[in-house]
C-alpha cells in the first residue's frame, strides 16, 4: 500500500522561506511521480509542482515558478518542497500526491487525478 506522509507547513510571514517534506512508501518500482497541490479557503484545489523520480523532470505552476523549487531524495523516497517569496496569496493547506503508473506524470500533472494523496499540510503567510 503506497502511503505518503506530508510534514512542515507553519505560519510565515510574506517574503519568508517554508519547505515542505513529501515521504512516500509502498512503491513497488523506482519510478514514480511526486507533487504538490494545494487549496486555499473558498477555493479549488490547484497544482503547484511535480517532479518525476527516474528523470527528475520537474514542472510547476505559472503562480510559483521562480519561487518554490522541487527536489526530491530517492535513497529516502522524499520529495522536498522549498518555497521562496512566499506570498499571502501562498495561504493553503498542500497536499502531497503520487502516482506511479504508466502515465503517472499525465494523470498528476495534466489530469490532476494522481492515485494517492497524502494528507493535508497547513502554509499560512501573513502579510
Known amino acids: 500500500e503506497v502511503q505518503l506522509q506530508a510534514s512542515g507547513g507553519g505560519l510565515v510571514q510574506a517574503g519568508g522561506s517554508l519547505s515542505l517534506s513529501c515521504a512516500a512508501s509502498g512503491f513497488t518500482s523506482d519510478d514514480y511521480t511526486i507533487g504538490w497541490f494545494r487549496q486555499a479557503p473558498g477555493k479549488e484545489r490547484e497544482r503547484v509542482s511535480c517532479?518525476?523520480?527516474?528523470?527528475?523532470?520537474?514542472y510547476y505552476s505559472d503562480s510559483v515558478k521562480g519561487r518554490f523549487r522541487i527536489s526530491s531524495d530517492n535513497a529516502k523516497n522524499t520529495v522536498y518542497l522549498q518555497m521562496n517569496s512566499l506570498k499571502p496569496e501562498d495561504t493553503a493547506v498542500y497536499y502531497c500526491a503520487a502516482d506511479g503508473s504508466v502515465a503517472g506524470l499525465f494523470k498528476l500533472w495534466v489530469l490532476r487525478d494522481p492515485g494517492y494523496w497524502g494528507q493535508g499540510t497547513l502554509v499560512t503567510v501573513s502579510s
Open positions: 517532479i518525476s523520480s527516474k528523470d527528475v523532470t520537474t
